[in-house]
């Protein structure tokens, strides 16, 4: 009876997996030349991912090389494909974003960003795309410190206004972008094509605009809420006219995190987590709070509640 019992609160337990992905140099024969370096990107995941464990979740970690598209959406899927209701994902990038044309006509500035992972660019469209295959009440958590911030308007500041008299920034720059996009256009335009046409519509709303500065009850932010069953909270790391910047030890959105998190002692919600961390850091980089779905339960939640 004591074992019966036993094995019913364990099938009733949720779930709870975590990826997270740190990049301190690309590629450079898939980015025209460049390597992107940065100092943090590693010691970013690898900090989250001992978070993680600590709260119980079962951890990856994927790094610079390993973090491929292949690798990446493997681990994505992977969660996907095992999580249930009431589990729980929470997935981490640091590294740097970019932005590729937009040719499905789903972006008001004709761009669409990316994280830009080892050896190609994960574009928004596939990151929405996937995380909508979640199952219904699975609760996910991104965290991104890039440059993979967004509102409607998504238009990419200049470089003398996000890049700081000392640090990195962590933006692809502009020529790079237009290069690696020149060398492998078919590439990218069929990516986002197919994903248009999987999703069974003439464009695949991202993850951005979906939870920028809309009305919630805007028509096209009810259409896409109502097909998308997780719920999500996404924290970015700066806003859309600022970008996330490179540290010695951490990124400067991750450090304040971990700051805030004080090894566990922070006991707030995901809202007040939010807003810490934002209160902690530079006007030049304010991070964004975003929410999809039906989160209100969500959001009340200690952060990494397993």
């Known amino acids: 009876m004591a074992e019966k019992k036993r094995r019913k609160a364990s099938a009733s337990k949720a779930r709870a997996l975590s990826l997270h992905i740190g990049l301190n140099t ?19 995941a690898n900090d989250m991912a001992t978070l993680a464990r600590a709260q119980g979740l079962q951890a990856g970690v994927l790094l610079t090389k390993k973090c491929t598209r292949a690798n ?21 990038y640091s590294g740097h974003g970019g932005q590729v044309p937009d040719v499905t006509g789903d972006e008001a500035d004709k761009q669409d960003e990316t994280w830009c992972l080892y050896d190609g660019q994960l574009i928004d469209d596939e990151l929405y795309f996937e995380l909508s295959r979640f199952a219904a009440g699975v609760r996910i958590l991104v965290l991104s410190d890039s440059c993979h911030s ?27 972008g237009r290069r690696v996009y020149a060398q492998h256009q078919s590439f990218y335009d069929k990516l986002q094509n197919d994903i248009a ?22 028509g096209r932010i009810s259409a896409i809420v109502r097909k998308f069953k997780a719920a999500v909270i996404l924290i970015s790391g700066c806003q859309d006219n600022q970008t996330s910047m490179d540290g010695d030890q951490n990124g400067a959105f991750t450090g304040r995190l971990l700051q805030v998190w004080n090894l566990g002692a922070y006991q707030g919600n995901y809202a007040s987590f939010h807003a810490a961390i934002r209160a902690g850091m530079s006007a030049a980089q304010t991070p964004n709070l975003y929410l999809l779905g039906n989160v209100s339960a969500f959001v009340a939640q200690r952060p990494f509640t397993v």
Not at 79 to 92: C, H, I, V
Not at 154 to 167: E, Q
Not at 197 to 218: E, F, H, I, M, Q
């Open 26 to 44: 690309v590629n450079a024969s898939d980015y025209g030349g460049w390597t992107g370096p940065l100092a943090s990107c590693e010691f970013d």
């Open 72 to 92: 990446t959406l493997a681990g994505i899927r992977g969660a996907a494909k095992s999580l249930r209701a009431g589990d729980l994902f929470f997935l981490t």
């Open 150 to 176: 967004g509102t409607v308007t998504r238009a990419r500041p200049p470089m003398t206004d996000i890049v700081l008299s000392t640090g990195r920034s962590k933006m692809m720059p502009i020529e790079v």
């Open 197 to 218: 046409k999987t999703a069974g519509k003439a464009s695949v709303a991202d993850p951005d605009a979906v939870l920028s500065n809309l009305s919630v009850s805007s």
